[in-house]
């Protein structure tokens, strides 16, 4: 439950990083479609880290700019 709880905090504080550019860059997504995808992604990232461990954290982290 641990890992999972990791890569689910991971996978929304990616999707909270990728919304903040969405503003940045003018284009206005509506907040149900962020907080949607916010979830999708943090029940994804959860997974992923709970099959694979920590190790596929580094590899998403390694990715962002």
Not at 18 to 31: C, K, N, Q, R, V
Not at 34 to 61: D, M, N, P, R, V
Request: with cysteine; net charge positive; charged share 10%.
């Amino acid at each position: 439950m641990k890992r999972f709880g990791i890569g689910a905090i991971t996978g929304v504080a990616i999707a909270g990083l990728y919304w903040s550019y969405t503003d940045w860059f003018g284009y206005a997504e509506p907040i149900t479609t962020g907080i949607i995808g916010s979830l999708i992604l943090a029940i994804f990232c959860g997974l992923l880290t709970l099959k694979w461990g920590y190790k596929i954290l580094e590899s998403l982290l390694g990715l962002l700019p």
